[in-house]
């Protein structure tokens, strides 16, 4: 499976940004995905993740209410709607295919990794 980011750039705090993830060579249909990110200096984190069919979906604390993860199987493609953005949301961001079905929130249980799209989020 090869995952490609796309969707990020510079906005300014308050705005949006919608981030894809289009799968290629082979379906994920039936794979849990994830978001995750990493700032400059920090560890990777968790941001959100969906199980197979996108009815059971996970957030971090800090993106509850202003992220929503969705995927649409037909296209082999994740989505991440980002609004009310804020500086800290600054990161490179991953999307990721897990080895199971079920929305995962530990980064071992994903086989797969895009290559990441920057989100600069301006003060």
């Known amino acids: 499976v090869q995952l490609q980011a796309c969707g990020g750039g510079l906005v300014q705090a308050g705005g949006s940004l919608r981030l894809s993830c289009v799968a290629s060579?082979?379906?994920?249909?039936?794979?849990?995905m994830g978001w995750f990110r990493q700032a400059p200096g920090k560890e990777r984190e968790f941001v959100a993740a969906?199980?197979?069919?996108?009815?059971?979906?996970y957030y971090e604390n800090s993106v509850k209410g202003r992220f929503t993860i969705s995927r649409d199987n037909t296209k082999n493609t994740l989505y991440l709607q980002m609004n009310s953005l804020k500086p800290e949301d600054t990161a490179t961001y991953y999307c990721?295919?897990?080895?199971?079905?079920?929305?995962?929130?530990?980064?071992?249980?994903?086989?797969?990794w895009g290559q990441g799209t920057l989100v600069t989020v301006s003060s």
């Open positions: 060579r082979r379906t994920v249909s039936n794979n849990g």
């Open positions: 969906s199980d197979w069919r996108g009815n059971n979906k």
């Open positions: 990721a295919a897990a080895r199971g079905s079920s929305a995962a929130t530990l980064q071992n249980a994903y086989s797969y």
